[in-house]
C-alpha cells in the first residue's frame, strides 16, 4: 500500500471580509515576526558547532519548515479567495454569510452562520457553505422545513430568522 494521498479538496473559494483579514494577520504575523525570530535562533544554534547532534537547530529547521508551508498555502489561498462583503439583493433568502436561527422537532433554537471553510468555529456557529446543513439551508425563506441527513437520522428543522 503506497503512502500517497490525492490532495484535499480546498472547498468553496468565499470568505467573508473578517475571514480574510484574519488570514493576512496570520500571514503576517508568520512571515514579518515568527520566522525572523525562529531563523535568528536557527543561525545561533548552529553558531554552536555540530548540527546532527543539536537538538535546537534541528526543531528550529523544523519550525522553518513548518512556517514556510503555512505561509505558502496562505498566500496561495488567499489569491484564490472571493471575499463576500455586499449582502445579496435578495435578504429574504438564505446566502452566504446569513446568519440563520433554527428550530428544532423538540423546540430548541439554534443560531449558525455560513462562512467559508477557512472561518469555521464550532464554538461560535460558524458553518462551512460546503457543508450538508448550509447546503439544505441555501435559497430557502423564512418558516420553510429544512430535512437533515445527520448520523442518527433526518432530523427537522424550520427557520424562524434570516440576518446578514
Request: hydrophobic share 35%.
Amino acid at each position: 500500500m503506497s503512502r500517497y494521498r490525492p490532495p484535499r479538496s480546498a472547498g468553496t473559494p468565499l470568505i467573508t471580509a473578517a475571514g480574510a483579514q484574519r488570514l493576512r494577520e496570520e500571514l503576517d504575523h508568520l512571515w514579518l515576526k515568527k520566522r525572523p525570530t525562529v531563523t535568528q535562533a536557527v543561525s545561533e544554534a548552529a553558531a554552536l558547532g555540530d548540527r546532527s547532534e543539536n537538538a535546537e537547530y534541528i526543531y528550529g529547521k523544523k519550525m522553518l519548515r513548518e512556517i514556510d508551508s503555512r505561509v505558502r498555502f496562505l498566500r496561495k489561498r488567499l489569491e484564490a479567495l472571493k471575499v463576500v462583503d455586499q449582502p445579496p439583493s435578495d435578504p429574504s433568502k438564505v446566502y452566504f454569510s446569513a446568519r440563520v436561527t433554527l428550530e428544532d422537532e423538540d423546540g430548541k433554537l439554534i443560531l449558525l452562520r455560513i462562512v467559508g471553510p477557512d472561518e469555521i468555529d464550532p464554538k461560535q456557529q460558524h458553518i462551512s457553505i460546503d457543508s450538508p446543513m448550509a447546503r439544505a439551508l441555501l435559497g430557502k425563506t423564512l418558516d420553510d422545513e429544512i430535512c437533515v441527513q445527520a448520523p442518527g437520522g433526518e432530523r427537522l428543522y424550520w427557520i424562524t430568522a434570516i440576518d446578514y
